[in-house]
């Protein structure tokens, strides 16, 4: 069964910060990646487990890297991110 995006925002946006917003923000993101990477990169970031934000992170840098490198690398370099992530996403970037 797929779940419709605005259903897992609807359940993310309703929960209290902790494991379970986690990782119902962590399918939003994943179920916002193929339409709209910017915004989910932007709800990403508010993931306070840096486990669940770094793998979502890394899956959303891996598929936009590939589908708008100039888009994706302007939003990491951009990002409020610590440059230690930036520098760790930007190596996500296909080469060549």
Same mark, same amino acid.
């Given at each position: 069964? &797929?779940? %419709? #995006? /605005?259903?897992?925002?609807? =359940?993310?946006?309703?929960?209290?910060?902790?494991?379970? @917003?986690?990782?119902?923000?962590? /399918? *939003?993101? *994943? !179920?916002?990646? @193929?339409?709209?990477? $910017?915004?989910?990169?932007?709800?990403?970031?508010?993931?306070?487990? #840096?486990?669940? @934000?770094? &793998? !979502?992170? $890394?899956?959303?840098?891996?598929?936009?890297?590939?589908?708008?490198?100039?888009?994706?690398?302007?939003?990491?370099? $951009?990002? !409020?991110?610590?440059?230690?992530? &930036?520098? =760790?996403?930007? %190596?996500?970037?296909?080469?060549?």
């Amino acid at each position: 069964m &797929k779940v %419709r #995006p /605005a259903i897992l925002w609807q =359940r993310a946006h309703g929960l209290d910060l902790g494991p379970a @917003r986690d990782e119902a923000l962590g /399918a *939003y993101t *994943y !179920s916002l990646l @193929r339409k709209d990477p $910017n915004s989910a990169a932007a709800w990403a970031v508010t993931i306070s487990d #840096p486990k669940i @934000r770094d &793998k !979502s992170l $890394n899956g959303i840098a891996t598929f936009w890297l590939n589908k708008d490198p100039a888009a994706a690398s302007a939003w990491i370099q $951009n990002s !409020s991110l610590p440059a230690a992530d &930036k520098k =760790r996403l930007l %190596r996500l970037a296909p080469s060549g």
